[in-house]
């Protein structure tokens, strides 16, 4: 989700990639929710960390404790946040129960990626004109 809506929402600024520690496939309740939102999400897929190590990224953000201790050390990195949320695919209760669950889970991505754009947009260095 929180590549979804950063791409959405940042996608004339930044390069988004996304990838677990241990990939599972993309829940269909993450394709739901986003839907909901206005965010096309059908270009989505499960990828693993393992895929990008040895690239460099300005931002690293890890979204869930789990994933903050076992998520790979990535070169040249300018800054790792961690946001702290918690895993809605851990879920437990019924459809509705569950979606809500994914439905405060984004709500709190979103919150967090409209706070960071404009935050990793102003910490750019200047380029001289």
């Given at each position: 989700?929180?590549?979804?809506?950063?791409?959405?929402?940042?996608?004339?600024?930044?390069?988004?990639?996304?990838?677990?520690?241990?990939?599972?496939?993309?829940?269909?309740?993450?394709?739901?929710?986003?839907?909901?939102?206005?965010?096309?999400?059908?270009?989505?897929?499960?990828?693993?960390?393992?895929?990008f190590v040895g690239q460099p990224f300005d931002?690293?953000?890890?979204?869930?404790?789990?994933?903050?201790?076992?998520?790979?050390?990535?070169?040249?990195?300018?800054?790792?946040?961690?946001w702290g949320l918690e895993d809605p695919a851990?879920?437990i209760g019924t459809q509705t129960e569950r979606?809500?669950?994914?439905?405060?889970?984004?709500?709190?991505?979103?919150?967090?990626?409209?706070?960071?754009?404009?935050?990793?947009?102003?910490?750019?260095?200047?380029?001289?004109?």
């Amino acid at each position: 989700m929180a590549e979804a809506a950063l791409r959405h929402h940042g996608a004339v600024d930044f390069e988004v990639h996304s990838a677990g520690t241990e990939p599972k496939g993309v829940n269909r309740l993450t394709l739901q929710v986003l839907g909901a939102a206005g965010i096309d999400a059908s270009w989505a897929a499960s990828k693993s960390t393992t895929e990008f190590v040895g690239q460099p990224f300005d931002y690293v953000i890890t979204v869930c404790d789990g994933a903050r201790q076992s998520c790979p050390v990535f070169p040249g990195v300018h800054q790792s946040l961690h946001w702290g949320l918690e895993d809605p695919a851990a879920a437990i209760g019924t459809q509705t129960e569950r979606r809500a669950v994914f439905e405060t889970v984004f709500g709190q991505i979103e919150a967090n990626v409209r706070a960071f754009i404009p935050a990793a947009i102003a910490a750019r260095p200047s380029v001289p004109a």
